[in-house]
């Protein structure tokens, strides 16, 4: 009996430092902001739709649970939002994903009179997490860009 579990105690190690292995070379998924619209104006909140890219480089799909976000305009932060929308995300492959996020009153009053004077072209940052079954605490990213206005 101690040989049977010995055996089986080998293969669960064996096991686990191949699952190990195997999430340790997976390369980060690339995300970049695709699109923004707006969903809902109300008095104190604003809801916009926020899309996103993600890229896997990996030669196997990653099946996404969730995502966490964080948008900043020029500097400042303008909306946060989350999904638990599940996606799998093909290998060697791309994917859009729409999240709600929102924002309040007085940092959409701010960053509206902001756009208004300046002219230049809006500086954006996304930043967040990406969750993986195989990663508890999630896989982080960001992104910035500029975005020039009509």
């Known amino acids: 009996m101690y040989k049977c579990l010995k055996k089986y105690v080998l293969l669960l190690v064996f096991l686990l430092a191949g699952c190990a292995g195997l999430s340790g070379n997976l390369e980060k998924p690339s995300v970049s902001l695709a699109g923004l619209s707006v969903a809902e104006v109300g ?5 916009f739709v926020l899309s996103l890219r993600l890229t896997n ?10 995502v966490q976000l964080s948008l900043d305009v020029n500097g400042q932060q ?8 599940a996606v799998t995300l093909p290998k060697l492959g791309s994917v859009l ?4 996020v929102t924002t309040s ?3 959409f009053i701010q960053q509206f009179n902001g756009l208004q004077a300046s002219g230049k072209p809006i500086a954006y940052r996304i930043k967040g997490k990406l969750f993986l079954p195989l990663r508890p605490d ?3 990213f960001e992104r910035q860009g500029e975005v020039n206005l009509p």
Do not use: H, M, W
Request: charged share 25%; glycine share 10%.
């Open 78 to 85: 303008f909306a946060e939002g989350v999904s638990s929308e």
């Open 43 to 47: 008095l104190l909140e604003q809801r």
């Open 105 to 107: 009153l007085s940092t």
């Open 57 to 66: 480089p990996n030669d196997v799909s990653l099946d996404i649970k969730g």
């Open 97 to 100: 994903v729409k999240l709600n």
């Open 138 to 140: 999630g896989v982080s």
